[in-house]
Structures are given as C-alpha cells and as structure tokens.
C-alpha cells in the first residue's frame, strides 16, 4: 500500500518544480483542507487532494 501523503520532496520530483513550490503548493492545499475542518500535517498534504488540486487525479486503474 502506498502512502497516502505526498512530501514536498515527492512533489516537487513529481511536477519538475523546486521543493520551495512544492511546500507553497502543499501549504494552500492544507489550508483548504483546514478551513474545511480536517487536521494537516506540515511539509506533507493528502495525495489524492494535490493531484486533485494540480489536476491530475488518478484515473480508475492508474497509479502515479
């Protein structure tokens, strides 16, 4: 099972972007998520709510 996070290190590796974006990226995906009510976690957010966010959610049967 993979992990349900996605790190800073591992988005930023995944878009071709510096690790300085990736954590800005991470950072708005987690106040989303905490101004609906969910706890976060810094440096790291949901993976399925970054690629949600970045427009590449997984499709049914592919892995990223």
Partial sequence: MSNPYIT???LAELIGASKSTAS???SDVN?????DG???FRGKAPRNA????LGLAEQKGATI
């Fill in 38 to 40: 969910f706890y976060t």
């Fill in 24 to 26: 800005r990226i991470i």
């Fill in 31 to 35: 106040k989303n998520l905490r101004k």
């Fill in 50 to 53: 970054v690629l949600k966010r």
């Fill in 8 to 10: 800073t290190g591992e």
